[in-house]
């Protein structure tokens, strides 16, 4: 079992910056790819960005457009979103998931995903 704890969230002004972190506890001693997704109110969840067990890949959602970083520490066992330029689209809840692997890849979607965080609120706003 893998336990995610998102922190960071929070209240940011059009054109500025947040970086969210995910922290994994549990059986961390197993190899897992990572991903972030985020889901507004009355839509469906989507993928953000995703990064392979060792961070030798990563992806992101294509409204992404350079603005976000996705990194990882494994010592410390978190997940890092950088996320810049932000707009009020960007405006959703954000959740880090967890799926157990030791191939060098990163998966986009949801059912992929085995262990799920509680989520961290974004708002963006004036």
């Known amino acids: 079992q893998v336990h995610l704890a998102e922190s960071g969230g929070g209240l940011v002004q059009p054109g500025g910056s947040l970086r969210l972190s995910c922290a994994a506890s549990g059986r961390t001693s197993s190899r897992y790819a990572m991903g972030w997704f985020r889901q507004a109110p009355g839509k469906a969840r989507e993928f953000v960005a995703a990064?392979?067990?060792?961070?030798?890949?990563?992806t992101y959602g294509d409204f992404v457009k350079g603005r976000f970083t996705i990194s990882r520490d494994n010592a410390k066992n978190t997940v890092h979103l950088q996320m810049n330029s932000l707009t009020s689209e960007d405006t959703a809840a954000y959740y880090c998931a967890a799926k157990i692997t030791a191939s060098d890849s990163w998966y986009l979607l949801r059912s992929e995903y085995e262990y799920w965080g509680q989520g961290t609120q974004v708002t963006v706003s004036s």
């Open positions: 990064i392979s067990w060792n961070s030798i890949t990563t």
